[in-house]
């Protein structure tokens, strides 16, 4: 009674007071901002939108790794900010159609092919190598930079190789076949040096304007099959020079109209003072450091614009061109200031300003392209825009270097796309560039490439691994397991990796932090399945079927996976129009039982080629079709579909161990049979004969062929007697076992 007048007395039970839990700092986006040199946090303009500009490549020749360097890293960060992220990227890039490299390329593969063409005689081929290596020397002579001196060196000796033997050929009067491989020799060897002498001597005379325009469009077409087979997404806008030549144009009328550039001789040249003495502007915002670099300055201006009456025109030496007067022998269009071209720098502000406006989030290029191109760009934009925000956040990829060089096309110093990709695979090439940030030099070595092999390797056989456990047969009940203190652990692991994850990701997206987190979780996952294994326990299905997929939907961001496969890379290739892994493994799995079954009889009714037959299965014939059984003393047959190539390799590493092995073995039983001959050739010497050889020490022997006396006919110290008698004694003991021997048959 007094309990229930208590409760009335407290009148109507209540909820009580709940606050919510503090809960921990979320962590947020930041990247290395080339503007400040640091890493910022990274704040769209509008929303989740971000808009993003990326300098595409000046289309002349093949592309190679160097190009590849820039367009995976900046597919890794546009992928993870869209898919991992989830901001609307809008990606735009251009491709550089109309400019220097590609006018003077193009003049020159038109002027050498019909020169080849005209299949000139022997002696005047000489002749005219003997002309074009005297402008060649010229050209090498004015050369300072150390890199492109010896290339050209380099160009200069091959000539010289193959100068000699058609001289010596045509003077010998040798038949008409050698002289002709000569000649092709030269011809070949000699292409840059008669190419530019042909250019100084004709160029100008080259007129028709489709001569430029079918090497870019070329080029351009194998640059995107090589994006398309690294696996690089395409841009949402491309945008090509040779369209945008009116927009070009009225954009340097507006930088003209509000006062920041001037027309000079046909040309029209930005003015850097009259920008940078504006209160709201500044001149080069990434590398002010290298105002004043006339060597840098020269080559944003291209190689047929440095000439001294085209330097002669500006009114400051760090001026550059928005348009060009065009010269004979170079493509034009008109313009308000008569014909010509647009400048470099220019056509990236006219095109990502009429596709993004007059501010972008992103702009992205390589490290070398900071100054003066970008910081050209950005004058001009900001002088176009009268603002000071055109670019929000400028990021720069780090160079590519072959064995410490840096890899340069103007310096035929490259690995084409197409050639690395013979080597390896495009997955194995993003992941090394994975493991390694996206803003440092790489350095594309074997080393580098083996790291990234070994790293796919790792990851693949825990996919496999994780695959197996999940095709064991269990009922639907059965899928979900009590968890122990293993299972707890792992999966405390487990969210500590991603929590890692994410920090790394929000550090500037620091993909080998990542990396290594990820393979720390495997080694994790792997170390929980092989004591669960040990102790002949399942391991928890759903758990590793959730580390597993949450793996592979990572590297799904990273673009290292392209299929919709939910755990581990694809099998078959992507063109597959089925999945190969669902379709076989039932089969696969039939015929490991049934061949462990007869096993299982053959090695109780000991047919031993019953046995040799089923590792024959196992290790020849099954990884021609890509599938590897791997056996396991007291537990299933592990069943795995594998990369032909892969197995095919590892057969051979094998095997290549296997002979090793048997080449050790052999050579350790030959050592061991020498040494028995030797032994046994000593056992065979009486004692009283085993020192009478030795004249170079000895030179009197008593009765027993013993020795008393040294060669200068000195008696013997009691001390080397001593030695000796040990040894005389050790000789008899084995010359009687080899009597024995003798005696019981055993000696040869």
């Given at each position: 009674?007094?309990?229930?007048?208590?409760?009335?007395?407290?009148?109507?039970?209540?909820?009580?007071?709940?606050?919510?839990?503090?809960?921990?700092?979320?962590?947020?986006?930041?990247?290395?901002?080339?503007?400040?040199?640091?890493?910022?946090?990274?704040?769209?303009?509008?929303?989740?939108?971000?808009?993003?500009?990326?300098?595409?490549?000046?289309?002349?020749?093949?592309?190679?790794?160097?190009?590849?360097?820039?367009?995976?890293?900046?597919?890794?960060?546009?992928?993870?900010?869209?898919?991992?992220?989830?901001?609307?990227?809008?990606?735009?890039?251009?491709?550089?159609?109309?400019?220097?490299?590609?006018?003077?390329?193009?003049?020159?593969?038109?002027?050498?092919?019909?020169?080849?063409?005209?299949?000139?005689?022997?002696?005047?081929?000489?002749?005219?190598?003997?002309?074009?290596?005297?402008?060649?020397?010229?050209?090498?002579?004015?050369?300072?930079?150390?890199?492109?001196?010896?290339?050209?060196?380099?160009?200069?000796?091959?000539?010289?190789?193959?100068?000699?033997?058609?001289?010596?050929?045509?003077?010998?009067?040798?038949?008409?076949?050698?002289?002709?491989?000569?000649?092709?020799?030269?011809?070949?060897?000699?292409?840059?040096?008669l190419s530019d002498w042909l250019?100084?001597?004709?160029?100008?005379?080259?007129?028709?304007?489709?001569?430029?325009?079918?090497?870019?469009?070329?080029?351009?077409?194998?640059?995107?099959?090589?994006?398309?087979?690294?696996?690089?997404?395409?841009?949402?806008?491309?945008?090509?020079?040779?369209?945008?030549?009116?927009?070009?144009?009225?954009?340097?009328?507006?930088?003209?109209?509000?006062?920041?550039?001037?027309?000079?001789?046909?040309?029209?040249?930005?003015?850097?003072?009259?920008?940078?003495?504006?209160?709201?502007?500044?001149?080069?915002?990434?590398?002010?450091?290298?105002?004043?670099?006339?060597?840098?300055?020269?080559?944003?201006?291209?190689?047929?614009?440095?000439?001294?009456?085209?330097?002669?025109?500006?009114?400051?030496?760090?001026?550059?061109?928005?348009?060009?007067?065009?010269?004979?022998?170079?493509?034009?269009?008109?313009?308000?200031?008569?014909?010509?071209?647009?400048?470099?720098?220019?056509?990236?502000?006219?095109?990502a300003g009429s596709i993004l406006?007059?501010?972008?989030?992103?702009?992205?290029?390589?490290?070398?392209?900071?100054?003066?191109?970008?910081?050209?760009?950005?004058?001009?934009?900001?002088?176009?825009?009268?603002?000071?925000?055109?670019?929000?956040?400028?990021?720069?990829?780090?160079?590519?270097?072959?064995?410490?060089?840096?890899?340069?096309?103007?310096?035929?110093?490259?690995?084409?796309?197409?050639?690395?990709?013979?080597?390896?695979?495009?997955?194995?090439?993003?992941?090394?560039?994975?493991?390694?940030?996206?803003?440092?030099?790489?350095?594309?070595?074997?080393?580098?490439?083996?790291?990234?092999?070994?790293?796919?390797?790792?990851?693949?056989?825990?996919?496999?691994?994780?695959?197996?456990?999940?095709?064991?047969?269990?009922?639907?009940?059965?899928?979900?397991?009590?968890?122990?203190?293993?299972?707890?652990?792992?999966?405390?692991?487990?969210?500590?990796?991603?929590?890692?994850?994410?920090?790394?990701?929000?550090?500037?997206?620091?993909?080998?932090?990542?990396?290594?987190?990820?393979?720390?979780?495997?080694?994790?996952?792997?170390?929980?399945?092989?004591?669960?294994?040990?102790?002949?326990?399942?391991?928890?299905?759903?758990?590793?079927?959730?580390?597993?997929?949450?793996?592979?939907?990572?590297?799904?961001?990273?673009?290292?996976?392209?299929?919709?496969?939910?755990?581990?890379?694809?099998?078959?290739?992507?063109?597959?129009?089925?999945?190969?892994?669902?379709?076989?493994m039932p089969y696969l799995q039939?015929?490991?039982?049934?061949?462990?079954?007869?096993?299982?009889?053959?090695?109780?009714?000991?047919?031993?080629?019953?046995?040799?037959?089923?590792?024959?299965?196992?290790?020849?014939?099954?990884?021609?079709?890509?599938?590897?059984?791997?056996?396991?003393?007291?537990?299933?047959?592990?069943?795995?579909?594998?990369?032909?190539?892969?197995?095919?390799?590892?057969?051979?590493?094998?095997?290549?161990?296997?002979?090793?092995?048997?080449?050790?073995?052999?050579?350790?039983?030959?050592?061991?049979?020498?040494?028995?001959?030797?032994?046994?050739?000593?056992?065979?010497?009486?004692?009283?004969?085993?020192?009478?050889?030795?004249?170079?020490?000895?030179?009197?022997?008593?009765?027993?062929?013993?020795?008393?006396?040294?060669?200068?006919?000195?008696?013997?110290?009691?001390?080397?007697?001593?030695?000796?008698?040990?040894?005389?004694?050790?000789?008899?003991?084995?010359?009687?076992?080899?009597?024995?021997?003798?005696?019981?048959?055993?000696?040869?």
């Amino acid at each position: 009674m007094a309990a229930a007048a208590a409760e009335q007395g407290k009148g109507k039970r209540l909820q009580p007071p709940w606050s919510p839990p503090e809960g921990t700092k979320h962590s947020r986006l930041c990247l290395y901002n080339s503007l400040t040199r640091n890493k910022e946090i990274f704040q769209p303009q509008n929303g989740k939108k971000v808009l993003w500009y990326c300098c595409g490549p000046t289309v002349y020749d093949a592309s190679h790794m160097g190009h590849a360097r820039s367009y995976i890293s900046f597919d890794i960060l546009r992928r993870i900010l869209r898919d991992y992220f989830k901001y609307d990227v809008f990606y735009c890039m251009n491709i550089t159609d109309i400019d220097d490299k590609i006018i003077k390329r193009a003049r020159q593969n038109y002027l050498f092919e019909r020169y080849r063409e005209n299949k000139l005689a022997p002696d005047q081929l000489l002749e005219d190598v003997k002309a074009a290596s005297e402008l060649f020397s010229v050209k090498l002579n004015e050369t300072t930079d150390t890199d492109k001196k010896q290339m050209l060196e380099r160009i200069q000796n091959a000539v010289k190789s193959a100068f000699g033997p058609l001289q010596e050929a045509v003077q010998a009067k040798l038949p008409e076949e050698e002289i002709n491989s000569c000649h092709e020799r030269l011809l070949e060897e000699a292409k840059d040096l008669l190419s530019d002498w042909l250019d100084t001597k004709f160029g100008s005379q080259v007129t028709d304007n489709s001569i430029f325009s079918k090497l870019p469009k070329f080029w351009e077409g194998e640059f995107h099959k090589d994006m398309e087979a690294l696996n690089v997404l395409p841009p949402d806008v491309l945008t090509r020079v040779s369209e945008y030549v009116p927009e070009i144009v009225d954009f340097v009328k507006k930088i003209v109209d509000n006062g920041y550039g001037y027309v000079s001789n046909g040309s029209v040249y930005f003015d850097t003072v009259k920008f940078d003495s504006n209160e709201k502007h500044s001149y080069a915002k990434l590398v002010p450091e290298a105002v004043g670099d006339q060597k840098a300055l020269q080559e944003g201006e291209g190689d047929l614009s440095i000439s001294p009456d085209s330097l002669s025109e500006k009114h400051s030496p760090n001026d550059f061109a928005l348009w060009k007067s065009s010269k004979p022998g170079e493509p034009s269009w008109d313009s308000p200031w008569g014909k010509g071209r647009p400048g470099w720098h220019i056509e990236c502000s006219a095109m990502a300003g009429s596709i993004l406006g007059q501010s972008m989030d992103i702009h992205g290029g390589g490290f070398d392209l900071r100054f003066p191109h970008h910081d050209n760009e950005l004058a001009q934009s900001e002088a176009y825009f009268e603002n000071d925000h055109w670019v929000r956040y400028f990021l720069h990829t780090g160079h590519l270097t072959i064995a410490g060089c840096k890899m340069s096309k103007s310096l035929k110093n490259f690995i084409t796309i197409k050639d690395a990709l013979k080597k390896h695979t495009a997955r194995q090439l993003r992941l090394a560039f994975l493991m390694h940030s996206w803003k440092d030099t790489l350095d594309y070595s074997n080393n580098t490439m083996e790291s990234a092999i070994q790293y796919e390797k790792f990851m693949n056989e825990f996919f496999l691994n994780v695959k197996d456990i999940l095709r064991a047969p269990t009922d639907v009940t059965g899928q979900f397991q009590k968890w122990e203190n293993q299972e707890a652990e792992l999966n405390r692991n487990f969210y500590d990796k991603k929590a890692a994850i994410h920090e790394a990701l929000c550090d500037n997206i620091d993909t080998r932090s990542v990396l290594e987190e990820m393979r720390s979780l495997v080694s994790q996952s792997n170390s929980y399945i092989a004591a669960k294994k040990s102790s002949r326990q399942m391991p928890n299905r759903l758990l590793l079927e959730n580390i597993s997929s949450y793996l592979t939907q990572m590297l799904k961001v990273f673009g290292a996976i392209e299929s919709d496969d939910a755990i581990g890379f694809p099998v078959g290739g992507s063109s597959q129009n089925i999945n190969i892994e669902s379709t076989v493994m039932p089969y696969l799995q039939v015929l490991s039982e049934f061949r462990e079954g007869v096993r299982q009889i053959a090695r109780e009714k000991k047919v031993t080629e019953v046995l040799q037959l089923s590792d024959a299965l196992r290790d020849d014939i099954l990884p021609e079709l890509g599938v590897r059984f791997e056996d396991h003393e007291g537990l299933p047959t592990v069943v795995k579909l594998v990369d032909k190539d892969t197995l095919l390799k590892e057969r051979e590493e094998k095997k290549k161990i296997e002979e090793e092995k048997k080449r050790k073995k052999e050579e350790a039983a030959r050592k061991k049979q020498q040494q028995e001959a030797a032994k046994l050739e000593k056992m065979k010497i009486p004692p009283h004969e085993m020192f009478k050889s030795e004249h170079d020490k000895y030179s009197i022997f008593d009765e027993n062929g013993f020795p008393t006396h040294d060669t200068e006919g000195k008696e013997l110290s009691k001390g080397q007697i001593k030695k000796l008698k040990k040894l005389y004694e050790t000789q008899e003991k084995l010359y009687k076992e080899y009597l024995q021997m003798v005696q019981n048959g055993i000696a040869n």
